[in-house]
């Protein structure tokens, strides 16, 4: 066991985010972190935390803006801890197939702390998603699930391996 303590804060508007979160702090504390995952508008202060993991939904090539402004207002407390960070997503099967770098408005973000890795994952369009315009792409029968969570594992558990100092 560790007793670092790592949070998973994200920018979820349809919770398919959050559920990545999720996922990956399971993981992290099955590996032996104590890992929980928080929605990064609620998170005011990083001092409880050894490691940090920001993830955000993409919309229209942006972070969300709970993750954005989560980089911004807690930039100093980001530089002195090991972050990572992840997008979510693509509606199709591409971050299931090749790996899809941060768009340039998630690497100004990601460009305030020296970032140990990013990842993009599949996303999610659930079936009656809140915003008019995830509606009207739902109603033209794009609402699936691309989340890969054995994808999502594998990435957090090479988290814990490096946090662990297992390689
Ligand atoms: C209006 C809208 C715009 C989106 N723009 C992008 C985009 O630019 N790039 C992308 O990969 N996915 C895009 N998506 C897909 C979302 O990122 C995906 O549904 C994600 O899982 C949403 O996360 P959330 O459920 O946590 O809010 C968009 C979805 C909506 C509804």
């Known amino acids: 066991m560790s007793n670092q303590r790592v949070l998973v804060a994200y920018g979820s508007t349809n919770q398919g985010t959050a559920g990545l979160a999720e996922e990956i702090a399971a993981t992290l504390n099955k590996d032996g972190l104590t890992a929980e995952a ?7 202060d990083l001092t409880a ?34 972050v990572w960070c992840f997008s979510s997503g693509p509606l199709d099967a591409s971050a299931t197939e090749k790996d899809i770098p941060p768009t340039r408005g998630v690497r100004r973000a990601m460009s305030r702390f020296p970032a140990r890795g990013h990842t993009t994952f599949g996303g999610r369009l659930a079936p009656d998603p809140k915003g008019r315009l995830a509606r009207s792409m739902a109603k ?28």
């Not at 928080?38 to 005011?44: D, I, T, W």
């Not at 993750?67 to 801890?81: H, K, N, S």
């Not at 994808?151 to 090479?158: C, I, L, T, Y």
């Open 49 to 82: 935390y050894d490691a940090v993991v920001i993830g955000g939904g993409l919309y229209a090539g942006r972070w969300h803006r709970d993750a954005r402004r989560l980089t911004r207002r807690l930039q100093p407390q980001l530089r002195e801890r090991p």
């Open 38 to 44: 928080r929605p990064a508008a609620e998170v005011g």
């Open 140 to 167: 033209r029968g794009m609402a699936h699930d691309w989340r890969d969570f054995e994808q999502v594992r594998a990435w957090a558990h090479a988290i814990a391996t490096e946090l662990l100092g297992r390689r």
